[in-house]
């Protein structure tokens, strides 16, 4: 009788230290900390992809934020107006007479930084811009370096240029700020904590990178596949596509991230489809020969990436995105969490 009430006790006890074991486990599991590196080369929508989870996974944007990307906006407005002017000179694309003078004091301005234009500025950007030939300047934006989206800006200047003027999401996610240094945003979500880290990537911002590469669970490589027909910002004689790849391949193959899951994003998606309908993906790679068809140069691309990265225990997941659209990136994170699910079993 006393033998039996003690083996239940005996059995009991058991049971009590594998549930303290449980719950143990349980809370180490939930203190790890997943961290995430986002890299590729400059302009490829690393930042962008920051934003996103922003919106996602924190409150959006705060009334700073806003503060500083709509003077980021306003301040874009004349560097880039500036850019596109210069661009006609330089591809001999005649500004007509009435619109001369306006030209020269429009290229003449200082850059600003505290969102401070005055009206008078503002009316010569709207009257210059209905210039068709900057229309045709900023179609031929390969030849020189101007954002994709700067036309999405001097298209709504009549909002941009009121007192009230608070930029909205779609403005903010549009807006080129270039990364330098080291940004990390951090959030709970399924009991872990994420550290999503975002670095510069042209060139002299890359020797920053070598510091993040410890406890990194996952890679994601962006890389911006409508670049194809655009040299770099740092050196215009290289192909931003090639330079991208090159450094995918260099990246994804080091030995700090060997046993690591990299997703591989092919960002600027949209853009690329309008693109490929005019230009032949050949411009970047000679031995490609499937002419303006979206899918053979999709796979031509992809191919390209995906065995550039030598064979081990990591495996590339790819996936195509826009990194403004909010729901592309809300998917990019059911894939994440597929890449890390063996190593974090609560995903
Ligand atoms: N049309 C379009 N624009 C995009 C996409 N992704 C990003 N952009 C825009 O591309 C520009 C550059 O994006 P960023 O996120 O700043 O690029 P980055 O990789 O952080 O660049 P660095 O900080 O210089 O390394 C911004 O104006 C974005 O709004 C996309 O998929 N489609
Ligand atoms: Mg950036």
Redesign the pocket.
Known sequence: MGNKKNRSLQAKLKRNREIEQEIMDDEAEMDKEIKILVL????????????QVQILFKDGFTENDQRVYRNVIRGNLISDIKTLIQACNDLQLEISSKNEEIADELLDLKDIKNGKIEPYIYDMITDIWKEQVLKTAFKRRSEFQI???SHFYFEKIDEIRKDDYVPNERDI???????SGVKVLSYEVNGYLWKIV?????RS?RRKWIHQFDDVSLIIY?T?I?EYDQKLYEQDTVNRLHESLALFEKTVNNNYFKKKNCVLLF?????FQKKIKKIDLKVCFRKYKGGCNEENALNFITKKFIRSAKKGKKRVYHHY?????TK?IENVFGIVNKALKKEFSKL
């Open positions: 590729g080369t400059g302009d490829s929508g690393k930042t962008t992809f920051l934003k954002p994709d989206s996610l549009n807006c080129r700020i270039p990364t975002d670095v510069g990537g042209q911002e962006v911006a409508s960002n600027k998606f949209d853009l995105t826009v990194g403004t659209k592309d």
